[in-house]
């Protein structure tokens, strides 16, 4: 296996364009989150999957974005009329549900972001 | 308030030296695991070592060991022997159990830079 992967790796687009990014979390991974961090920071929560339920989404997570995880294996995060303030990198990560706190969370290489 | 401080937002060392990365954490939940995770410039997430909250022993992963010091909610990352290789982004996150979130929260990093 090769890790979590997402695609595309850059994307640049334009203001009030929408936008569609892909991760595929580890095979075996049952939980998938996706995070943003933006420069200098680290990153924070938007939402959290297990299997094909959306169980959490932060305040982040405002109207113009929406995940989804069809079949309980890769996802997509939708930015809908992208606005500067989305410019950011994206990260994918994926873990095992075994419920045991110290279940390490596996991240993908993330896909940067650059609104114009 | 912040739920994770890493108050050291540049750290230099010499090769082949120790280096201490500071975390300080905020929690009234009594189980919490805390996680130090490794960024190089690729992009990518990497996980180096964790720490339940009931865990008696402080933990160790090769060169790596987590000074936690639980009444001072402190859990410091220790690099021995600094690399080269180790130059990167470091962050400390926490997840916290009785609420059931399984994202982790994490600090705003520190940038070690290793020097020959």
């Known amino acids: 296996d090769t890790g979590v992967s997402q695609d595309p790796r850059h994307k640049i687009t334009k203001r009030g364009q929408n936008v569609t990014f892909r991760c595929d979390p580890i095979s075996e991974h049952n939980r998938l989150y996706w995070y943003r961090q933006t420069l200098g920071q680290g990153p924070e929560f938007l939402t959290y999957?297990?299997?094909?339920?959306?169980?959490?989404k932060s305040r982040l997570l405002s109207d113009r974005f929406s995940a989804e995880r069809p079949k309980g294996s890769f996802s997509t995060l939708e930015i809908q009329r992208t606005e500067q303030g989305d410019s950011a990198m994206y990260l994918c990560a994926s873990s095992l549900g075994t419920g045991d706190m110290n279940t390490e969370a596996f991240f993908g290489q993330g896909t940067r972001l650059t609104v114009v | 308030a912040q739920k994770i401080t890493q108050t050291q937002p540049g750290m230099f060392v010499q090769e082949k030296e120790a280096v201490t990365l500071d975390c300080t954490y905020d929690t009234s939940d009594p189980s919490y695991g805390l996680f130090w995770y490794k960024q190089p410039s690729s992009g990518e997430m990497i996980f180096l070592i964790y720490q339940g909250s009931y865990d008696q022993q402080n933990a160790t992963e090769g060169r790596y060991s987590l000074n936690f010091q639980k009444a001072r909610k402190s859990a410091n990352l220790v690099i021995s022997a600094s690399q080269l290789g180790d130059s990167a982004m470091y962050f400390c996150a926490m997840r916290e159990g009785a609420t059931g979130r399984r994202a982790l929260t994490f600090g705003s990093g520190t940038r070690l830079q290793v020097q020959p």
């Open positions: 999957f297990q299997n094909e339920a959306q169980l959490e």
